[in-house]
């Protein structure tokens, strides 16, 4: 194998792991909290909030009433009893009583609305509740599929860097410098030749590097200056 097959297979490696690291850290991005659960969390809390205090308005809507039924078939039977004789004071009461019947009627139909508020909450929460449970359910499968791909991901790039490695230790090092240097300037260090062509850079190449290629050579691209490799 030529210096510049053995750089090209090196080349190749480096890009496997730099694409599998990418993947790594996109994974590393996605596991922990979802952002949807922790929403459709705090928008429940607030929904349940809600019910618990339109229960706390219901009950003291029916004690409000409770109380005035009481005080009201207290007035009704003083008004039917025959107790009050002075035709003022009965007329007097009278509208009191009627006052108490009006304010009776307006209490119910406040707890009415009250109550099908407490419907309304009632189903909110629940269909909140399940579409919690359902957001839940779909992240925990993501979690362990990303998990489990995070897992080979890293098998992977172990074995790569295993091969790297045992590459690397066959390499010259002055031609594994000369690599590294390429990198780090031009993001790649080895172009492949195709139809006479750097196709680092798509410029010709004169015969003579051509030829200094074909024999096995370490040549550079005249042009762009990476290192050419003839498949
Ligand atoms: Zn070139």
Same mark, same amino acid.
């Given at each position: 194998m030529t210096i510049a097959a053995q750089l090209y297979q090196l080349q190749e490696i480096d890009l496997a792991i730099e694409s599998s690291e990418q993947a790594v850290n996109q994974i590393a991005s996605q596991l922990g909290e979802s952002k949807a659960v922790t929403r459709a969390q705090a928008e429940l809390a607030l929904e349940n909030q809600r019910l618990e205090e339109l229960g706390h308005q219901q009950r003291s809507a029916e004690w409000e009433i409770d109380d005035l039924v009481a005080k009201l078939a207290i007035a009704e039977d003083k008004?039917?009893?025959?107790?009050?004789?002075?035709?003022?004071?009965?007329?007097?009461? /009278?509208?009191?009583?009627?006052?108490?019947?009006?304010?009776?009627? /307006?209490?119910?139909?406040?707890?009415?609305a009250i109550m099908e508020q407490v419907e309304l909450a009632t189903a909110s929460v629940a269909s909140r509740s399940s579409e919690l449970k359902a957001l839940e359910v779909e992240w925990r499968s993501q979690q362990q599929q990303l998990s489990k791909d995070m897992e080979q991901l890293k098998t992977i790039l172990s074995e790569l860097n295993h091969k790297r490695q045992q590459l690397l230790a066959k390499i010259d090092p002055q031609a594994v410098e000369l690599y590294n240097e390429?990198?780090?300037?031009?993001?790649?260090?080895?172009?492949?030749?195709? /139809?006479?062509?750097?196709?680092?850079?798509?410029?010709?190449?004169?015969?003579?590097?051509?030829?200094?290629?074909?024999?096995?050579?370490?040549? /550079?691209?005249?042009?762009?200056?990476?290192?050419?490799?003839l498949a």
């Open positions: 008004l039917y009893s025959g107790e009050i004789r002075n035709p003022k004071e009965l007329t007097n009461f /009278q509208h009191e009583v009627e006052g108490l019947r009006a304010k009776r009627s /307006q209490l119910e139909d406040k707890a009415l390429l990198n780090k300037q031009k993001g790649t260090a080895v172009a492949k030749v195709e /139809q006479g062509i750097c196709c680092g850079c798509r410029i010709s190449l004169p015969t003579t590097d051509l030829q200094r290629v074909r024999s096995g050579n370490l040549v /550079q691209c005249n042009s762009c200056g990476r290192i050419l490799f």
